[in-house]
């Protein structure tokens, strides 16, 4: 190792603040746009930390999930479930994979298909909240709020039966352990039998969600267990994450929440805001590599290297942002990069837009007097885990 490797930045797993970024993670963004750092797991790697330049990357088909070698592959934390995202393909397959994944799932995210959606997550919601008030205050809106919420939208969306949803958050909570590896280990393998039962049964008795969709003969089943996988835990936990973010920076800005629940327009935009604040820095998930050397930013990228692209970062950036670290839900245009962009655009995403509206708009016109239980800072945050968000939101009305 040399001095120079040794004097590098170390990133942590440290929960960052809401609406600001670590005081390292503002130093190295005022710097530059890409840095030299080492991970949590030790390893050595390249920061992205500015908007134009994360932009720039996220359409650059040279970055990916591809590896030579994943077993030496730097890593961002040490996760078995992460080590299953890096293929040994060559960087061609890779990309054209990508490709082909995103033309089976795209259609199941579009404009149409997601306001067909829209009455099921209302009900959901509705249903959610009437037992959630029924229990009277205070209450974790993380935990009988939000989860549930995300939990049952997912399932719909992905293909879960409602007979079967009983242990899968906690199934996917065991998955997102850093400090329990063979806890970890156990989870995903549960995680696993439960998803290939999934494609047996959609294969006998198709319809029209995710793994149907990805069981129709055109995937081996190893990559369709693996993309459902990674499917079931991100759309929940980003989903319930941000729902809390959310309810929490609403509830602190009366004013803001006011205006946004008198105008449809506003509310939109106050999603858009949430979205752009939802986390500052610590999204870097999942691994990406670089399939070749290339000159960026003024730096060298050697084949291999670690590429990290957080996209909590950029969305705090001066020179994208007004006054990036104000909540502001009249914000116009939003250029957040919160669901990524380019190729690396998360299909999801208007599902994800109508579920955040929905539930924002229906907990505060039946909870008008709705607050936190404590301060925004004092909240507690998860820790030793691959999700980020908090632990519990406990709220009164």
Known sequence: MTAASQDLPCLNLEPP???ELS???????DRGPIHRVRTPAGDEAWLVTRHAELKQLLHDERIGRTHPDPASAA??????????LISDSDAETGRRQHAETRRLLTPLFSARRVLEMQPKVEGAADALLDAFIAQGPPGDLHGQLSVPFALTVLCEVIGVPPERRGDLTSVLAGIAKLDDREGAEKAQHELSAFVEG??????????????????DGELPDDRVAHLSMGLLFAGLDSVASI???????????????KAALADPAVMTRAVEEVLRTA?????????????????????????GDLVLFDLGLPNFD?????LPEEFDVSRSPNPHLSFGHGIWHCIGAPLARMELKTMFTKLFTRLPDLRLELPVEELQQKEGQLSGGFAELRISW
Do not use: C
């Open 75 to 84: 890593r961002y934390v040490r996760s078995p479930f992460l080590d299953l």
């Open 17 to 19: 603040k809401t609406l």
């Open 279 to 303: 986390r500052s820095g610590g999204s870097v998930l999942p691994p990406r590599y670089a399939s070749e050397d290339m000159e960026f930013g003024g730096v060298t990228i050697r084949a």
């Open 23 to 29: 005081p390292l993670l503002s130093e190295l963004q």
């Open 243 to 257: 729902l809390d973010n959310g309810v929490a920076l609403l509830a602190s800005h009366p004013e803001q929440r």
């Open 318 to 322: 001066q020179r994208a942002f007004d």
């Open 198 to 215: 999934l494609v047996e049964l959609k294969r006998a008795e198709p319809g029209p969600d995710i793994i149907s969709r990805l069981s």
